[in-house]
């Protein structure tokens, strides 16, 4: 089974969205074949991958597979899950779109929860439960992935309780912010609390007669491990700014540790000595919109691209500092 690393904070604004496009490109680059999955359903990884006509296109047809919601849609009614159709973005880079319709199946996901834990008739609420897993299971299959990057909204709600049971490891862009600190506090026993009720729900499926019925009938283990955080910088030169920054980021190393760790030594620690911190990423000011306008990252903008003087060097430091995040995060997931 292929690894599957989720970005997730349930406060919004942070980067996530922007981490798991450029992370895809350079696991792509070094060598790993990845797919990268949109369960978002503001779409907006879709939108950083495929262009307005192509996404329109997709969402006008609703062809089986074609997106992460019509894969599911099937389960809302009799059916059963559609084999997904990835995108071939580049070499060894492979997408699933979103979609905006998958805010739908969020009362389809809450209603079944509570069913897995009854006595009977447990198949098709686990079948529902575990569908994103079972999906992007069946799209590394198709390419023999070695990652799978998930990017999810920002909240607590019943789509993100199921993509996140599908999750090995759990990466959490933070900004230095009040806001965030609080995502980080919110985030945290959200986590434990889904590990552990979708423990319950494990074992009660392994003791139930279906299980026998259904032997080949897999599901995740809900590891959401979390590896650590990624803390987004911000490019300013006043000192008030910066003073603010430095307040809020300084205080991330032991919320973390308190709230995701579950821990209760609380060491003076700062971000830049926090080993749980896997990098501080710049604001990479118009090197984004321009990477946005030519739908490549910003580490692979030329200077046709209007990418010269500073800007080429931007480029080379982005390059750098996503290599260097990439390798850490392979690390940390033990790949």
Not at 172 to 189: C, E, H, K
Request: glycine share 8%.
């Amino acid at each position: 089974m292929a690894p599957i690393l989720t970005f997730f904070n349930n406060k919004g604004g942070v980067g996530k969205t922007s981490l798991v496009y450029h992370l895809a490109w350079m696991y792509s680059e070094i060598g790993k074949c990845v797919v990268a999955a949109d369960l978002d359903p503001q779409a907006n990884l879709t939108a950083a991958f495929l262009h307005d006509d192509e996404i329109e296109g997709i969402w006008t047809s609703q062809s089986p597979g074609e997106t992460i919601y019509s894969c599911v849609k099937p389960l809302a009614g009799v059916g059963d899950i559609a084999a997904p159709l990835l995108k071939n973005i580049s070499s060894g880079l492979y997408f699933l779109p979103g979609d905006v319709a998958l805010s739908g199946f969020e009362d389809a996901l809450s209603g079944v929860w509570p069913d897995s834990m009854g006595d009977n008739n447990l198949y098709r609420p686990m079948r529902m439960l575990s569908a994103f897993w079972q999906i992007m299971q069946m799209a590394a299959d198709q390419v023999q992935a070695d990652i799978i990057l998930l990017d999810i909204g920002p909240n607590l709600g019943a789509i993100n309780r199921s993509a996140l049971i599908a999750t090995n490891h759990v990466v959490i862009p933070v900004g230095a912010d009040l806001f965030s600190i609080q995502g980080l506090r919110n985030l945290g026993p959200a986590l434990r609390d889904w590990t552990s009720l979708w423990g319950k729900r494990l074992d009660n499926w392994h003791g139930s007669k279906e299980s026998e019925e259904y032997p080949q009938f897999k599901l995740p283990d809900g590891e959401m491990k979390a590896i650590g955080y990624i803390c987004q910088q911000i490019g300013v030169r006043l000192d008030r700014p910066v003073l603010a920054y430095e307040k809020w980021a300084n205080r991330i190393p032991s919320v973390y540790r308190e709230a995701v760790l579950n821990r209760s030594d609380m060491e003076d620690i700062k971000l830049a000595d926090d080993l749980f911190c896997l990098s501080t990423i710049k604001h990479y000011r118009s090197l984004v919109p321009m990477g946005q306008e030519h739908n490549k990252p910003i580490f692979k903008l030329t200077p046709a691209d209007g990418a010269i003087g500073s800007h080429a060097n931007a480029v080379d430091d982005a390059r750098k500092d996503f290599y260097t995040l990439a390798l850490k995060i392979l690390e940390k997931m033990g790949m």
